[in-house]
Nanobody
Framework: QVRLVESGGGSVQPGGSLRLSCTTS????????MGWYRQAPGKERELVAT???????NYADSVKGRFSISRDNAKNTMYLQMNSLKPGDTAVYYC???????????????????WGQGTLVSVSS
């Protein structure tokens, strides 16, 4: 079974920092693009940042200059460094992985897209 698990969320004051991690489990061969998304109460899920396997990044305008996405392909892990946090950053943050190639329990190679369960980030004074 392949899974994504987010960690590192919590409560911080405005101006503070947090580092989110997205770790994987299962016999994963490779992952294409990965990304962070967030969903605030009463709002739709929105893209925060994405990163390709080769390291090309893309950010939402609202987080440019404050957030930094990175990944470790050897560990199939992704990170989101969030600095200068604002109350508007409060949301549940989800990680996503596209085209996850993995060995199934039957030894065959399969591909799927994955979402984590989310981690809550709360920014308030």
């Amino acid at each position: 079974q392949v899974r994504l698990v987010e960690s590192g969320g919590g409560s911080v004051q405005p101006g503070g920092s947090l580092r989110l991690s997205c770790t994987t489990s299962g016999r994963i061969l490779s992952i294409d693009a990965m990304g962070w998304y967030r969903q605030a109460p009463g709002k739709e899920r929105e893209l925060v940042a994405t990163i390709t396997r080769s390291g090309s990044t893309n950010y939402a305008d609202s987080v440019k200059g404050r957030f930094s996405i990175s990944r470790d392909n050897a560990k199939n892990t992704m990170y989101l460094q969030m600095n200068s946090l604002k109350p508007g950053d409060t949301a549940v943050y989800y990680c996503n992985a596209d085209n996850v190639r993995y060995y199934s329990d039957y030894g065959t190679v399969r591909t799927l897209d994955l979402w984590g369960q989310g981690t809550l980030v709360s920014v308030s004074s």
